[in-house]
């Protein structure tokens, strides 16, 4: 990982709901096929997005609270938040133009 940061239950109100750039979460588990798919996109789309999006991942297994919380079914699911506010979001894996629209939308 290089691009994108994890988060936890401990820090994700600082690390997302508060962040002054919107922050794109992936909701992900170890065991997920796709959400191995989506990473690599990921990174890619944080090192050409540069400061203007934060893009983090969040392990479902080991913080169940925070995906409880934003009523995460499957995995990967991308939420996109702003102004701590959830504004977008997405289940399964997508096409690194798909994330692209996805995080834009929330400018």
Do not use: H
Not at 47 to 70: C, F, S, W
Not at 74 to 98: H, I, N, W, Y
Request: with cysteine; hydrophobic share 45%; net charge negative.
């Amino acid at each position: 990982m290089g691009a994108t940061k994890s988060v936890t239950d401990a820090n994700f109100v600082n690390d997302v709901l508060q962040a002054d750039t919107p922050v794109l979460v992936d909701f992900w588990a170890e065991w997920c096929a796709p959400c191995r798919k989506v990473e690599p996109l990921l990174e890619e789309i944080a090192n050409e997005m540069g400061d203007k999006v934060r893009i983090v991942k969040l392990n479902i297994d080991e913080n169940p609270e925070t995906a409880r919380a934003y009523r995460v079914m499957s995995v990967p699911t991308l939420t996109v938040f702003k102004g701590g506010e959830p504004v977008q979001s997405v289940a399964g894996a997508r096409p690194k133009g798909d994330l692209v629209k996805l995080i834009e939308a929330a400018f």
